[in-house]
């Protein structure tokens, strides 16, 4: 039997998750699967809604894509005025229907359901602590943790119940909740994971990003703040800042690779003008002797637009995406050349023969998929082959809500860039300096999270979360 190839996916970060909500609206749940597909970037592992009518909670979820689990019939199954909903990568707890969001229960204080995008960095040792008091757990995601806290819980109301189980976990989260009341939403106080605030006529919704709000032709009111708890429900919008204030440490990944180009996050410009912005500032840093900018699609299109306009070097398309690729279970002879990277591109010799060529992709990760596209322009007739990659070298792994490779597996890590474009088999390569990428982010530098560039991490780790992390290794 043949083996499941994986796809280029194996050499780039995977996304993470999406949340949403709405309260107020007669076809919520209808409104939470358009959002949800909208999202749908963030996560294509599974997907879930809860919705509920007043009386009680309606449950749809499963294994797929958004608009393959949501039949008419499962959206019939979702009455009522208010849900939420969840798009799925797993970054903690691993793949299986168990593991699927959102998480409902019903406990003393009525229904509750969670929808979680993040990571919780000490949510092994919670856990163990929960289970020591008697606590038995559905699934093995993070998510569950913070339903046990709050269950656990002794404060008299559930909003407080709620604010005392999100003071107690260290991480990143941009959580959604839904209670029988209302939709509660909040995000870390480093807000390292985007979430803002939209209304739809008389309803609120909340959303990872605004494109999910664009689709429903709703207004983007505001981004939800570091720190910042809200409550939708009969009263409107209700804001709170029930966490100590601290640094906002917000990923700078997300404009390099996981929002959507069209969304707005942070409280910023649309993310498309960002990452050009980081093609110009690589123009300026690293340009070179060209004939032609090539992206490759579809993320680095607006950073290879960047480049060459301040470079320019002419625009074209020399790599063309296969939109409709999911995975192949066919191993083909080796002689098929490149194959695992032609299924999802390939090259256009008309626009490559003879031509110097600059090729910009958002980041490079093992390397492996680098050296085959470098290979197959070569092969398609390129007379040289220049890297460029808008975000600097990736030297450590993210802790917060990315799925990426331990930092063995990261090719910058242990390797000069020149190391790298020998690798490659580049005739140069050349990555976005952290000094430029932050010059061409809005704001401040020091409201980024740059760990992954930089292996600074914002929140400390104690010796035991390092283990558990395989950020030290013990001795022996």
């Excluded at 359901?113 to 038995?136: C, D, F, K, P």
């Excluded at 061409?440 to 010796?463: D, V, W």
Aim: net charge negative; glycine share 8%; charged share 20%.
């Amino acid at each position: 039997m043949a083996k499941e190839l994986p796809l280029i996916a194996s050499d780039q970060f995977h996304d993470e998750c999406a949340v949403f909500g709405i309260y107020g609206h007669k076809e919520a749940a209808n409104l939470a699967y358009l959002g949800l597909y909208a999202l749908q970037h963030r996560g294509q592992e599974a997907s879930g809604i809860v919705s509920n009518d007043g009386e009680q909670f309606y449950v749809e979820k499963g294994q797929g894509h958004v608009a393959d689990i949501f039949s008419q019939q499962a959206l019939a199954r979702l009455p009522g005025a208010m849900a939420i909903g969840h798009n799925r990568y797993s970054t903690a707890g691993g793949a299986g229907l168990k593991n699927v969001q959102p998480l409902s229960v019903n406990f003393a204080f009525g229904n509750l359901a969670v929808a979680h995008n993040g990571n919780l960095i000490n949510a092994t040792m919670l856990r163990s602590e929960l289970e020591a008091y008697g606590a038995i757990f559905q699934s093995t995601s993070d998510t569950e943790v913070i339903i046990h806290l709050i269950a656990h819980s002794r404060a008299d109301t559930l909003l407080d119940r709620v604010i005392d189980s999100l003071t107690q976990v260290r991480g990143a989260f941009s959580v959604v909740l839904m209670t029988d009341q209302g939709v509660i939403a909040a995000r870390d106080p480093h807000g390292f994971r985007p979430l803002c605030l939209g209304r739809f006529r008389d309803a609120w919704i909340v959303a990872s990003e605004s494109c999910a709000f664009d689709l429903l032709d709703a207004e983007y009111v505001r981004e939800i703040e570091p720190g910042e708890l809200v409550v939708l429900d009969h009263r409107g919008v209700t804001s709170y800042k029930p966490f100590p204030p601290t640094q906002p440490a917000m990923c700078v990944f997300e404009y390099v690779y996981f929002a959507r180009p069209d969304s707005r996050i942070f409280g910023g410009s649309a993310v498309y003008s960002i990452r050009k912005a980081f093609g110009r500032q690589l123009a300026q840093e690293s340009a070179v002797d060209a004939d032609i900018v090539i992206p490759v699609p579809d993320s680095g299109v607006p950073a290879a637009l960047g480049y060459s306009e301040g470079s320019g070097v002419p625009f074209e398309s020399g790599l063309i995406r296969n939109h409709y690729v999911g995975r192949t279970f066919i191993e083909p002879e080796q002689s098929i050349r490149h194959f695992g990277v032609k299924v999802k591109l390939n090259a256009v010799p008309e626009v490559l023969a003879g031509k110097r060529v600059v090729v910009v992709d958002d980041s490079l990760v093992r390397g492996t998929t680098s050296r085959k596209i470098v290979k197959m322009l070569r092969h398609a007739g390129a007379k040289e082959v220049h890297m460029r990659i808008s975000s600097p070298p990736i030297v450590s792994p993210c802790f917060y809500g990315i799925d990426t490779p331990t930092k063995k597996e990261l090719i910058a890590s242990s390797h000069t860039t020149d190391e790298i474009r020998k690798y490659i088999t580049a005739d140069s390569l050349a990555y976005l300096s952290l000094d430029g990428m932050v010059k061409a982010a809005p704001g401040t530098p020091s409201q980024y999270c740059n760990a992954c560039f930089t292996e600074r991490y914002p929140i400390s780790f104690t010796r035991a979360e390092e283990l558990q992390l395989g950020l030290f290794e013990p001795p022996g």
